[in-house]
């Protein structure tokens, strides 16, 4: 299910969300300059658990028995930065990509709600509980993790508290058959939610170092602003206007 547009509730420019996937697009420009900044700006679960920057050439034993190698370069001082530097920082064009468009369709609805630095400060709570969680799964392990996908789940969270019955325009793909149709945020997003929780159960064990998928950043971002939305659901302006469709963004 790939999202194309959803419903906005009122007018206004989501000024923070907008910067921050500016920021995002950026910083994969410069990773593509100097691949070094990747290998020591993303998080390495196995440096924040001992405090130690890894350099240099590292074997990983992988689950068949066989090892590769990886790469790593000199990170920030001190190591746990990395937890904030890695959620602006991607993987490839697909995976910014597909950041980016879901951040762009939910992320202006809830920086409206919540207001823009209550936004920025929640997106970046979201993001920081998410790159613990995929510590705590692994906590020895070497494979640098990065992307904004924890911080966006949040998002993703509190825009299902906020408006489960929004209607998203979604690109539904089975198999050689694909259509577009109008669906319920409580549907979208709680299928995607399901998906990550039965992926992240899946994940444990030998399999989980390489499966190339973070679930339980996702996991721990989405719980994460599923809490505090609702702690701060009293508190936070949805609009009292009637929502209007928006098809081709949001």
Sequence with gaps: MIPLGDQDNRPGLPIVNLA????NLLVFFYQLVDPSFTNGYATVP???????????????????????????APGPSPLWLTLFTS???HGGWLHLGGNMLFL??????????FGSLKYLAFYLVCGLVAGLAHVASDPTSIIPSLGASGAISGVMAAY???????QIRTLLILGYFFTIRNVPAIFMIGIWALLQFVSGIGSIGPSAQTS?????????????????TFLLKPFIDRGDAPPRYAPASS
């Design 20 to 23: 921050i996937i500016a920021i």
């Design 160 to 166: 299902l508290v906020l408006y489960p019955q929004n």
């Design 212 to 228: 190339g998928v973070a679930y339980w950043a996702h996991i721990g971002g989405f719980i994460a602003g599923l809490v505090i």
């Design 46 to 72: 196995a440096e924040i658990t001992t405090g130690h920057d890894i350099v240099g050439r590292v074997l990983l034993a992988l689950p068949d028995g066989t090892s590769a190698e990886l790469e790593e």
């Design 87 to 89: 959620m602006f920082m």
């Design 104 to 113: 762009f369709i939910f992320g202006d609805n809830i920086e409206k709600a």
